[in-house]
């Protein structure tokens, strides 16, 4: 995988496939025991069943639990999927779209016209809509999953923005790298990031079961945390009952800030 891995060091992952398909085809293998397919029916064909099963890369990614993206095996997908359904459900996320509203497109709003505001005293402005977008993003990830929004569009403090991309990092080097288990001796301050954010996690659910348990004990009902934080913590499965524990509410965490900034903003600054 040496080719491969240089190119995803590099930053030129996706560049490197595409030259491997312009001149192999819509299937070609890029690496040891990995392909990449870019015909779409094929790829409908491959998520829509169990029969071709994700690479053993997605569970160890040296950084959390098992998740409901990450599990390889069939049976422990279905359950992670039963058992957050009810947090991503669109009558749940009906109940978001207010906070999804105030501190996501208000906010951004706001920062816009406060920006083209300055402008007409300075003649001209620079609004860059990736930024902003991937600001809110996260906002309304943190609003929605850590019960208080990050601020980066309001403040531009971004501290929690290089947390996840070191933590990311420190993922892909452990899992690409024939002595990728060593990273941590060689990588201290991308390390250190992926620690400080596994921290700033767990004490985000700790404080909400306090939370939580406090509400019930005054004969109050959880439901008034409407987010998916508290979703989370009371994910169950439907069928057997069986809850997540604190490191799988961990690892979904993760993968919003992971999977759902990223996407989310390149899909808006496409768009706009």
């Known amino acids: 995988n040496i080719p491969l891995n240089y190119n995803v060091a590099r930053g030129r992952y996706h560049k490197y496939v595409e030259s491997l ?51 390889t095996d069939p049976a422990t997908s279905n359950t992670k999927r039963r058992q957050i359904g009810n947090s991503y459900s669109l009558p749940s996320v009906r109940l978001y779209e207010d906070k999804v509203l105030e501190h996501g497109v208000l906010s951004l709003m706001g920062n816009w016209n406060s920006q083209l505001a300055d402008a007409k005293k300075k003649k001209k402005t620079l609004v860059n809509f990736y930024y902003g977008f991937h600001g809110l993003a996260f906002d309304i990830i ?46 201290r301050d991308m390390v250190n990031s992926r620690n400080a954010l596994a921290e700033n996690i767990m004490n985000t659910i700790k404080k909400r079961q306090r939370e939580s348990a406090a509400a019930k004990a005054s004969g109050k009902n959880d439901s ?45 600054a496409w768009a706009t």
């Open 21 to 71: 398909h312009a001149k192999y085809g819509e299937i070609v293998r890029v690496g040891y025991n990995q392909v990449s397919v870019s015909n779409l029916g094929e790829l409908r064909r491959i998520l829509s069943t169990h029969d071709f099963r994700k690479g053993q890369m997605y569970e160890d990614n040296g950084i959390i639990a098992v998740n409901s993206f990450s599990a």
């Open 142 to 187: 943190g609003v929605l999953g850590f019960g208080n929004s990050f601020g980066i569009v309001s403040t531009g403090d971004t501290t929690i923005i290089n947390q996840v991309r070191k933590a990311l990092n420190v993922g892909i080097l452990q899992t690409s790298l024939p002595l990728g288990k060593y990273i941590h001796r060689l990588f």
């Open 224 to 268: 008034v945390y409407v987010d998916v934080l508290q979703r989370l913590v009371n994910a169950h499965d439907p069928l057997t009952g069986e809850k997540l524990d604190d490191e799988s509410v961990k690892a979904e965490m993760v993968i919003m800030l992971a999977a759902g900034t990223d996407t989310t903003s390149n899909t808006l």
